[in-house]
């Protein structure tokens, strides 16, 4: 199994989205897929927004790791689509502990869930790249990154930069898939040119060539906790996660270790 945390410093990014729609479109072409609702205030909902916050969970089965996997796991329409929600337990049940300490927990659960047959897994994780985050990019074999396509999003991409380089020393096995840029705006010239320098700033293998357009689609599939592939009208922006995807497939294949981001 696979596993990729998505992961950002920033809330608002678009991981959420981000990660339901990838794992949509890994399922849809036959890929044994799991998503992982690892945000507390998480809204990886798909079509149990209403029931999901009452579904033992991610922060439940860190809190007690006797909780088997089965218990955690939510079938969905598509057979190859599979979820586990956030759950009830809190970041301050789960018991703190300082830097790692559900580490073994983390690993533990993903040990599971390989044996279960998935072979795929996506975690949306919280904001930050610390406390529990942390622990999930330091147990996850991959990364992606979102990063919003504004003037104020890149300023930050020094940070971003930093947070890269500590992720690698956190796990120097984890492979860094790159930058995705979201909510980018063709008509509107602030977000092309943010989006341009982004990738002026960072090799190029380090952003990924897919750019997910702003689109009233994705707050309106959100808003209903679906993959946008599901709308009658989603087609079109499920060709752009399609082609995130085959990215995704293409850099998890090649062999090269980890590029320099610098
Ligand atoms: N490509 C997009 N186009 C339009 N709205 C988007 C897009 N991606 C995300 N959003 C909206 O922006 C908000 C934040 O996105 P979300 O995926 O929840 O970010 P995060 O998980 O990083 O906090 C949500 O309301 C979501 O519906
Ligand atoms: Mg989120």
Do not use: W
């Amino acid at each position: 199994m696979i596993s990729i945390a998505v992961s950002s410093q920033k809330g608002g990014v678009g991981k959420t989205t981000l990660s339901i729609n990838l794992a949509h479109s890994f399922a849809r072409a036959g890929v044994r897929t799991l998503l992982v609702d690892a945000d507390p205030q998480g809204s990886v909902g798909l079509s149990l927004t209403r029931q999901s916050r009452l579904l033992t969970g991610f922060y439940d089965y860190l809190a007690d790791p006797g909780i088997p996997l089965d218990r955690l796991v939510v079938p969905t329409r598509l057979e190859t689509f599979s979820l586990v929600a956030s759950g009830q337990a809190s970041d301050y049940e789960t018991g703190g502990g300082g830097v790692g300490a559900h580490l073994a927990r983390v690993r533990g659960f993903l040990r599971s869930a390989a044996a279960r047959g998935f072979d795929l897994c996506i975690i949306d994780t919280a904001a930050g790249l610390f406390g529990i985050s942390g622990d999930v990019i330091a147990s996850s074999d991959a990364v992606m990154i979102p990063q919003q396509a504004e003037p104020l999003g890149i300023r930050s991409a020094p940070k971003l930069l930093e947070g890269l380089n500590r992720l690698r020393v956190m796990n120097p096995r984890l492979r860094v898939l790159g930058v995705c840029l979201t909510m980018v705006q063709k008509e509107l010239a602030e977000s092309t040119e943010a989006a341009a320098a982004l990738r002026q700033l960072l090799p190029p293998e380090m952003v990924f060539q897919t750019q997910i357009p702003r689109d009233g689609l994705f707050v309106r599939a959100s808003a209903r906790g679906l993959p946008v592939g599901v709308l009658e009208d989603g087609a079109g922006a499920q060709i752009v996660f399609d082609s995130l995807r085959a990215e995704v497939e293409a850099k998890l294949e090649s062999k090269g270790g980890n590029p320099p981001t610098r």
